[in-house]
Protein backbone atom coordinates (compact mmCIF):
# COMPACT_ATOMS: atom_id res chain seq x y z
CA UNK A 1 0.00 0.00 0.00
CA UNK A 2 1.62 3.53 -1.03
CA UNK A 3 2.31 5.53 2.25
CA UNK A 4 0.48 8.62 0.14
CA UNK A 5 -2.92 7.01 0.44
CA UNK A 6 -3.59 6.82 4.17
CA UNK A 7 -2.02 10.43 4.31
CA UNK A 8 -5.31 11.52 1.57
CA UNK A 9 -7.38 9.20 3.84
CA UNK A 10 -6.79 11.30 6.69
CA UNK A 11 -7.24 14.43 4.71
CA UNK A 12 -10.73 13.01 3.27
CA UNK A 13 -11.81 12.64 6.98
CA UNK A 14 -10.61 16.14 7.79
CA UNK A 15 -12.70 17.59 5.50
CA UNK A 16 -15.88 15.66 6.10
CA UNK A 17 -16.75 18.46 8.71
CA UNK A 18 -16.53 21.27 6.52
CA UNK A 19 -18.32 19.37 3.59
CA UNK A 20 -21.60 18.68 5.74
CA UNK A 21 -21.20 22.89 7.07
CA UNK A 22 -21.15 23.33 2.50
CA UNK A 23 -24.21 20.93 2.71
CA UNK A 24 -25.77 22.95 5.25
CA UNK A 25 -25.13 25.94 3.57
CA UNK A 26 -27.02 24.63 0.17
CA UNK A 27 -29.82 23.56 2.23
CA UNK A 28 -30.07 27.03 3.75
CA UNK A 29 -30.04 28.46 0.39
CA UNK A 30 -32.44 26.48 -1.28
CA UNK A 31 -34.41 27.37 1.74
CA UNK A 32 -33.56 31.63 1.08
CA UNK A 33 -34.24 31.24 -2.67
CA UNK A 34 -37.41 29.91 -2.37
CA UNK A 35 -38.17 32.50 0.05
CA UNK A 36 -36.64 35.04 -2.33
CA UNK A 37 -39.38 34.14 -5.12
CA UNK A 38 -42.10 34.61 -3.11
CA UNK A 39 -40.91 37.93 -2.16
CA UNK A 40 -40.85 39.07 -5.79
CA UNK A 41 -44.02 37.41 -6.65
CA UNK A 42 -45.42 39.76 -3.77
CA UNK A 43 -43.81 42.67 -5.11
CA UNK A 44 -44.99 42.04 -8.77
CA UNK A 45 -48.58 41.60 -7.51
CA UNK A 46 -48.27 45.15 -5.25
CA UNK A 47 -47.19 46.87 -8.14
CA UNK A 48 -50.39 46.14 -9.81
CA UNK A 49 -52.33 47.18 -6.75
CA UNK A 50 -50.12 50.05 -6.77
CA UNK A 51 -51.67 51.84 -10.02
CA UNK A 52 -55.32 50.36 -9.07
CA UNK A 53 -55.46 52.15 -5.53
CA UNK A 54 -56.21 55.34 -3.92
CA UNK A 55 -56.47 56.73 -0.14
CA UNK A 56 -56.08 54.51 2.55
CA UNK A 57 -55.86 51.45 0.77
CA UNK A 58 -52.99 52.84 -1.14
CA UNK A 59 -51.27 53.61 1.95
CA UNK A 60 -51.42 50.20 3.02
CA UNK A 61 -49.85 48.84 -0.34
CA UNK A 62 -47.19 51.43 -0.77
CA UNK A 63 -46.35 50.00 3.61
CA UNK A 64 -46.62 46.74 2.24
CA UNK A 65 -44.19 47.51 -0.74
CA UNK A 66 -41.76 48.84 1.65
CA UNK A 67 -41.63 45.90 3.94
CA UNK A 68 -41.44 43.62 0.86
CA UNK A 69 -38.40 45.40 -0.35
CA UNK A 70 -36.82 45.32 2.93
CA UNK A 71 -37.19 41.24 2.55
CA UNK A 72 -35.85 41.25 -0.55
CA UNK A 73 -32.75 43.24 0.09
CA UNK A 74 -32.16 41.26 4.00
CA UNK A 75 -32.80 37.81 2.11
CA UNK A 76 -30.32 38.91 -1.29
CA UNK A 77 -27.49 39.80 1.14
CA UNK A 78 -27.77 37.00 3.13
CA UNK A 79 -27.71 34.74 0.28
CA UNK A 80 -24.74 36.69 -1.23
CA UNK A 81 -23.32 36.11 2.65
CA UNK A 82 -24.35 32.26 2.81
CA UNK A 83 -22.60 32.05 -0.62
CA UNK A 84 -19.13 33.17 0.24
CA UNK A 85 -19.01 30.88 3.43
CA UNK A 86 -19.72 28.18 0.95
CA UNK A 87 -16.88 29.66 -0.99
CA UNK A 88 -14.56 29.66 2.21
CA UNK A 89 -15.83 26.36 2.82
CA UNK A 90 -14.44 24.80 -0.57
CA UNK A 91 -11.13 26.95 0.15
CA UNK A 92 -10.52 25.65 3.48
CA UNK A 93 -11.26 21.46 2.05
CA UNK A 94 -8.51 22.77 -0.95
CA UNK A 95 -6.02 24.24 1.49
CA UNK A 96 -6.62 20.79 3.37
CA UNK A 97 -5.37 18.64 0.27
CA UNK A 98 -3.28 21.57 -1.22
CA UNK A 99 -1.27 21.13 2.29
CA UNK A 100 -1.35 16.99 2.81
CA UNK A 101 -0.13 17.11 -1.30
CA UNK A 102 2.58 19.85 -1.23
CA UNK A 103 3.95 18.72 2.43
CA UNK A 104 3.71 22.40 4.07
CA UNK A 105 1.93 23.10 7.05
CA UNK A 106 -1.10 25.15 6.12
CA UNK A 107 -3.17 24.64 9.53
CA UNK A 108 -3.55 28.11 10.60
CA UNK A 109 -4.91 29.12 7.36
CA UNK A 110 -7.51 26.20 6.91
CA UNK A 111 -8.52 26.95 10.27
CA UNK A 112 -9.17 31.30 9.52
CA UNK A 113 -10.96 29.93 6.70
CA UNK A 114 -12.99 27.77 8.13
CA UNK A 115 -13.58 30.73 10.97
CA UNK A 116 -14.50 33.05 8.29
CA UNK A 117 -16.72 30.75 6.58
CA UNK A 118 -18.94 30.35 10.37
CA UNK A 119 -18.70 33.88 10.77
CA UNK A 120 -20.47 34.63 7.28
CA UNK A 121 -22.81 31.86 8.07
CA UNK A 122 -23.61 33.43 11.48
CA UNK A 123 -24.27 36.37 9.61
CA UNK A 124 -26.34 35.20 6.74
CA UNK A 125 -28.61 33.68 9.17
CA UNK A 126 -28.92 36.71 11.33
CA UNK A 127 -30.02 38.55 8.55
CA UNK A 128 -32.49 35.75 7.86
CA UNK A 129 -33.81 36.12 11.29
CA UNK A 130 -34.66 39.67 10.33
CA UNK A 131 -36.34 39.33 6.99
CA UNK A 132 -38.27 36.71 8.81
CA UNK A 133 -39.40 38.87 11.66
CA UNK A 134 -40.43 41.31 8.99
CA UNK A 135 -42.31 39.24 7.45
CA UNK A 136 -44.19 38.40 10.50
CA UNK A 137 -45.00 42.44 11.31
CA UNK A 138 -45.75 42.72 7.86
CA UNK A 139 -48.55 39.92 8.05
CA UNK A 140 -49.70 40.86 11.06
CA UNK A 141 -53.39 40.13 11.28
CA UNK A 142 -55.68 43.70 12.62
CA UNK A 143 -57.09 42.89 15.75
CA UNK A 144 -60.77 43.96 14.14
CA UNK A 145 -60.50 40.73 11.86
CA UNK A 146 -59.70 38.53 14.67
CA UNK A 147 -63.04 39.92 16.61
CA UNK A 148 -61.44 38.75 19.99
CA UNK A 149 -64.21 40.72 21.66
CA UNK A 150 -66.26 37.76 21.00
CA UNK A 151 -66.59 33.72 22.45
CA UNK A 152 -66.43 31.48 20.04
Not at 27 to 53: C, F, K, P, Y
Amino acid sequence: MPESLPVVAHTIQLSLTPVFLLVAIGNILNLLSTRLGRIVDRSRQLQERHIATTGAEHDIVVLELRAVDRRFELTSRAIRLLVLAGLAIGMTVATLFVQEMAGHSLHHLAAVLFLIAVGLLMWGLGLFLAETRVAGEALRIPRDYLETHREL
